[in-house]
């Protein structure tokens, strides 16, 4: 959440000339509402599964797509998106996962400027979001650090030199 997962994998698919597709952008378009909503009139278990759902709808086509011929996906995931066990395991044995490590504070301070999309952060203090990440971060960096298959250290300075490493790696 924060991470630059959006912006770097839009700058990836536009330096390897592939497609990109943020999830929570095509679960809102495909549910015609936000996440922020969604979590609202449905709950975050229900999202959970529906985001796991889409994400398999997603991978599914592209393996129907690279069975033909080469093809290539940016796929940005939720923040949360592998916290479901399902989607976890999607994401380990069917894709190539890169983690996007961040430091607390430049997550802090992105997130403080813009929490609008952000069902779990909505509403809160800068205090009260410090103590959400570190909360989310001890639940969660387990999961990411498992499932990656690289994990990189993520800040905006780093971001154009990750999307020259990923393009190497995803073309080579």
């Not at 999961?143 to 490493?165: M, V, W």
Request: hydrophobic share 40%.
């Amino acid at each position: 959440m924060g991470c630059g997962k959006s912006t770097l994998g839009r700058g990836l698919a536009a330096a390897c000339n592939c497609r990109f597709i943020d999830l929570d952008d095509y679960i809102e378009a495909k549910w015609a509402m936000s996440v922020s909503t969604i979590f609202e009139r449905k709950g975050e278990e229900w999202f959970r599964q529906e985001e796991c759902a889409c994400l398999e709808e997603i991978v599914d086509e592209y393996e129907y797509l690279n069975s033909k011929e080469q093809y290539t996906l940016v796929l940005a995931l939720g923040g949360g998106t592998v916290t479901y066990a399902p989607s976890a395991a999607i994401v380990r044995e069917k894709t190539s996962c890169f983690y996007l490590q961040c430091p607390k504070e430049v997550l802090l301070s992105r997130l403080i400027k813009n929490n609008s999309r952000r069902p779990l952060l909505a509403g809160k203090t800068p205090e009260e979001m410090s103590l959400a990440i570190d909360n989310m971060m001890a639940r969660r960096e387990g999961i990411y650090i498992s499932i990656a298959h690289q994990i990189y250290p993520s800040g905006i300075k780093k971001l154009a030199a990750q999307i020259s490493d990923f393009k190497e790696m995803i073309q080579g």
